[in-house]
C-alpha cells in the first residue's frame, strides 16, 4: 500500500511541476504578445506622425510659397506663343530616300554574325573546351 501511495504523491508531485511548466510558458508568451502589440502601437504612432509631416510639408500652399520665394518663374503670357509658320526648316536628311538604313544594317550584320557564331557553338562540345581531335 505504501509504494501506491509513494507513486500516487510522485505522479501528483509531477503533474504539479508540468501545470506551472505550462503556466510559466503561457505567461511568458503572454507578456511577449503585450510587448509586440506595445511595439505595434508606437510603430503605427511613428507612422502616423510621419503621415501628418508629409502632409504638412507636401501642402500646396506651402508649395506655392516656396516656389514664389525661391524660384524666379513668372506666369506664362498668351503673346509668348508663335505660330506654326515661324518654326525652322525642317534639317537635311543624312539618309537619301531609298538607300537602306544604316543603322537597321548594323543591327542585321551583328545579328547574322551572332547567328553563325551560335551555329558554331552548337558544333562544340562546351564553349571552353573544344572537341578532342583524333591522331589516327
Known amino acids: ?13 509531477f503533474a504539479a511541476a508540468y501545470v506551472y511548466q505550462i503556466k510559466m510558458d503561457s505567461t511568458a508568451r503572454t507578456e511577449r504578445v503585450l510587448r509586440l502589440r506595445a511595439e ?5 504612432d511613428a507612422i502616423a506622425a510621419l503621415r ?7 501642402a500646396p500652399l506651402r508649395l506655392q510659397g516656396l516656389a514664389e520665394r525661391h524660384l524666379p518663374l513668372k506666369p506664362i ?13 525642317r534639317p537635311p536628311r543624312l539618309v537619301k530616300p531609298g538607300d537602306p538604313d544604316p543603322i537597321g544594317a548594323m543591327i542585321n550584320a551583328i545579328a547574322t554574325a ?11 562540345v562546351t564553349g571552353s573546351v573544344p572537341e578532342p581531335e583524333d591522331n589516327q
Not at 505595434?40 to 503605427?44: D, G, L, S, W
Not at 503670357?77 to 526648316?89: C, G, T, V
Request: net charge negative.
Open 77 to 89: 503670357a498668351a503673346i509668348q506663343y508663335d505660330s506654326l509658320k515661324n518654326l525652322p526648316e
Open 114 to 124: 551572332t547567328d553563325k557564331d551560335s551555329a558554331a557553338d552548337k558544333d562544340q
Open 52 to 58: 501628418s509631416q508629409w502632409a504638412k510639408l507636401d
Open 1 to 13: 500500500m505504501r509504494l501506491i501511495h509513494l507513486l500516487v504523491i510522485g505522479a501528483l508531485v
Open 40 to 44: 505595434i502601437r508606437e510603430q503605427r
